[in-house]
């Protein structure tokens, strides 16, 4: 069974920054792509970015420049470093093994984000 503990998240004023974490237990950390997803109140979750085993990642428009995405194999680690913030970036994140559909399997408990203006 994987765990996924996120933390990190917080209240911050637009144009400033945040790191998150996910710690994975349970799972080939190392091989596996994992992703950050976000959901906006009374939204469908959304992918963020995703970062696979070998290092490449990619992430969605609206967060290129601004988010990276990275991992530590050895502390079974995904981060996602937040800059220049907006307050549409305001959701609670969620981070899991990219290949679980958003719909189902199991997820964290999420970190919430606030980004006021």
């Known amino acids: 069974q994987v765990q996924l503990v996120e933390s990190g998240g917080g209240l911050v004023q637009a144009g400033g920054s945040l790191r998150l974490s996910c710690e994975v237990s349970?799972?080939?950390?190392?091989?596996?792509?994992w992703a950050w997803y976000r959901q906006h109140p009374g939204k469908s979750r959304e992918l963020v970015a995703r970062i696979t085993g070998t290092g490449f990642t990619n992430y969605r428009d609206s967060v290129k420049g601004r988010f990276t995405i990275s991992k530590n194999n050895a502390k079974n680690t995904v981060y996602l470093q937040m800059n220049s913030l907006k307050p549409e970036d305001t959701a609670v994140y969620y981070c899991n093994d990219f290949d679980v559909p958003i719909g189902s399997g199991s997820w964290g408990q999420g970190t919430q984000v606030t980004v006021s203006s």
């Open positions: 349970g799972s080939i950390f190392n091989i596996k792509s």
